[in-house]
């Protein structure tokens, strides 16, 4: 019978969004086929179903998703009572359930619904599923033991309706309160409680989200400054100069549109950053001339200004009524709305409550999964080069709020911090000297041309190029170059890896890497290999990116280490040396490298699988196997494959990405001290967060958690 686990809530206002997304993280780690089920649903867009499709890659037919509106529900009850009612959402409920391996479901919002002892209802479909429970308890604007009242109440009240409950989350508790109202709780119920604080960036609307529903008209901006959460209100009425210190960072500033003084000052502090402002909504149906919108532009370039029929004070009573909301739209409030789950929910523990048997195959998500929660069981420090880079900033917000690692980001301090505020990133930053509090993660800003430690790097690195005539005056210019100042930072022990290549060229970062990290005692090169998440599989392929034509001595080299990096990430290695012919069919140099490249493998890695020369599709697909290498224990299942050159692996790893649609991690650099590792220029924000999580995770040592 298919195990699913059913999120509820006691009432409105619980924000549970956060712990549904929560879940299905957690049930996506486990297993490939997780289905969802929505008992009752109103009309209108599911806006948390579109979400979870998007995230996580969802083939489930929207028309499965739900079991019957609200109004249909309320009728049939009505008409017929509640079993009638139960009967037909169970009938639903299988009808789905056994295409699945676990059930995600989601229950019924309080909201309007019309249908009596709603709690009772759940808790009963919950029972006929078969499902195990997770209830949230709304916290919002209550003391701590307000709270923990409300979560005793509410586990007593489904424990006695025969309900499994695995865990308690009181969610949207406010600061001072969570910390108190998690010490009270403590071990005084037999589940595990968690506390999830009121999170501003979630109850905050975006510029988007406001602009939909007053149904403004777009004047200036464009889509990053339309993402940026809006945190407060400033009305305008007064004069500039009363005006500028009224305004908050994250503010919408409000004012008759006929206000041009005002437009332009508010955009005007927030080009200085002083503070950053999410924009300006203009009232009266009234906007200011071309002239003043052309001097807006340039003052804050993508900066949202919009305009609404309406007078200022109906306006602010719509505002009031605003709360950000989840949705496939808002990527970002879903990295936030993870990180605060993860970060204050024991993922491990409340994972073996979910009971979910794991899937025997790694699945792409999965693998994605992994890399986030290997990297955060021993937090590493990431250099970032390229800290103005949008991407770059973008997926630095992702892994501070998901905990991945600590960063560093190289570049001029007042651009970094202009920059994120111009895209709505959120960077908890620590100024000179500042200690962190807390245990999450955080990120420090360091401009290499003012550093003290510039002198000190270019001391080191004219030593080190000493017998190429490197001197003092020559390599303190060298060092001030980002990739040469984050690759002395990891030489040093200042960062634990680095990251590059978003805007640089991969010789850019990799040249560095050669010069001053250098390659580890056991390997004569440095080689690349690319992580291939297939629809059903994981694949390495090595070397596509670094070593255009290696020898035989070389070849023999990428498999090993590329055995390795296999291995370290969760792909058991079974190796493929790929060739134009299979086994004794060919003959030629190239063959020939491959067939001695392969012996050599053998000599070193006595335990090691490795088949070659073989053929792609004999070292992939078990029916060709069977025919050209019958009894292989590589033939037919090879999980690494090292290419004979560059044309090749390079060639193929792009084809099957194009073709295949697969997620191409990489390149990871292997061989080196250190680890160091190149992005791809086209990169978008995920990669950049998968590629750092495998630096840390390689930074973690050979195991995880091991010093770097």
């Known amino acids: 019978m298919t195990r699913s ?17 929560g879940v299905m993280e957690l049930l996506t780690r486990q297993v490939d086929r997780v289905g969802v089920f929505r008992p009752l649903v109103h009309d209108g867009p599911d806006r948390l179903y579109d979400l979870l499709r998007s995230r996580y890659r969802l083939t489930q037919p929207a028309g499965t998703v739900f079991g019957l509106g609200y109004d249909e529900a309320t009728a049939l009850q009505a008409e017929r009572g509640q079993d009638a009612l139960v009967e037909r959402l169970v009938e639903r409920y299988h009808e789905v359930a056994g295409d699945y391996e676990t059930m995600l479901v989601l229950g019924t919002d309080y909201a309007d ?40 109440n509410a586990y007593h009240a489904f424990d006695a309706l025969g309900c499994e409950v695995i ?11 969570a910390a108190a109202a998690a010490r009270d709780l403590g071990e005084r119920l037999p589940v595990p409680v968690y506390v999830l604080p009121e999170e501003p960036a979630l109850s905050a609307p975006t510029v988007a989200q406001i602009k939909d529903a007053l149904g403004a008209e777009l004047l200036l901006g464009d889509p ?19 005006f500028l210190p009224a305004l908050t960072e994250n503010c919408l500033v409000v004012t008759p549109g006929d206000r041009a003084d005002l437009v332009v000052g508010s955009l005007a502090a927030h080009a200085a950053g002083s503070p950053p402002i999410a924009g300006v909504l203009l009232t009266l149906g009234e906007h200011p001339g071309a002239e003043t919108l052309a001097l807006a532009t340039r003052l804050a370039p993508g900066s949202p200004v919009l305009t609404v029929p309406g007078r200022s004070f109906p306006t602010a009573a719509e505002l009031s009524a605003l709360e950000g909301k989840l949705t496939a739209a808002t990527p970002r409030k879903a990295e936030i709305a993870l990180g605060l789950f993860e970060n204050h929910v024991d993922a491990d523990r409340l994972s073996e409550r979910l009971a979910v048997v794991g899937s025997a195959r790694v699945t792409p998500m999965m693998f994605e999964h992994q890399l986030v929660q290997r990297s955060r069981a021993a937090r590493r420090h990431i250099v970032l ?14 892994l501070l709020r998901r905990g991945v690692c600590d960063l560093t980001l190289l570049g001029d301090g007042d651009v970094v911090r202009k920059r994120a505020a111009e895209l709505g990133v959120d960077l908890p930053v620590l100024g000179e000297g500042e200690i962190p509090e807390g245990s ?22 004219a030593e080190l190029r000493s017998h190429r005539g490197v001197t003092f005056e020559l390599a303190f210019d060298v060092v001030a170059e980002v990739s040469y100042f984050g690759t002395l930072m990891v030489r040093e022990g200042l960062a634990d890896g680095m990251v590059s290549g978003a805007a640089h060229s991969t010789a850019a970062t990799i040249r560095p890497a050669f010069e001053i990290i250098k390659t580890t005692p056991d390997a004569s090169i440095v080689s690349s290999v690319f992580f291939m998440c297939l629809a059903d599989r994981v694949l390495v392929y090595g070397d596509a990116a670094v070593n255009p034509n290696p020898g035989a001595e070389e070849l023999a080299d990428i498999a090993v280490q590329s055995a390795a990096t296999a291995a370290r990430f969760g792909v058991e290695p079974r190796v493929a040396m790929l060739s134009y012919s299979t086994g004794t069919s060919g003959s030629g140099a190239d063959v020939d490298k491959v067939r001695r490249a392969t012996e050599l493998v053998r000599e070193r890695r006595p335990d090691l699988l490795v088949e070659g020369p073989i053929q792609y599709d004999a070292a992939v697909e078990p029916s060709v196997a069977a025919t050209k290498l019958p009894g292989s224990q590589v033939a037919g299942r090879a999980t690494v494959l090292v290419f004979p050159d560059l044309n090749t692996g390079n060639n193929t ?36 967060v998968n590629t750092v999580a495998i630096t840390a ?8 958690g091991a010093p770097g």
């Open 440 to 461: 999450g993660a955080v990120a420090r800003i360091v401009d290499p041309a003012t550093s003290p430690l510039r002198e000190r790097f270019a001391e080191l690195y």
């Open 653 to 688: 790893y792009k084809a099957v990405q194009r073709s295949a649609g697969a997620v191409a991690v990489g390149p990871v650099l292997q061989g080196l001290r250190k680890p160091v590792n190149d992005l791809s220029r086209g990169a978008l924000v995920q990669d950049i």
């Open 167 to 177: 865990a308690m989350i009181a969610n949207r508790v406010r600061g001072g309160e």
């Open 5 to 21: 686990v059913y999120v509820t809530g006691i009432g409105r206002g619980d924000g549970r969004q956060v712990v549904e997304l």
């Open 113 to 152: 619904t019309q249908l009596p002892a709603e709690l009772a209802l759940n808790a009963r479909l919950a029972n006929e599923f078969g499902a195990r429970v997770i209830p949230v308890v709304p916290g919002g604007g209550q003391l701590a033991e307000s709270v923990a009242a409300e979560v005793r």
């Open 697 to 704: 995770v390689q930074a973690q040592g050979e195991s995880p």
């Open 385 to 398: 080069p390229e800290g103005t880079e949008e991407r770059v900033l973008r997926a630095a917000e992702v």
């Open 224 to 242: 990053s400054g339309l993402a940026r959460d809006v945190r407060d209100f400033v009305f305008g009425g007064a004069h500039l100069p009363t």
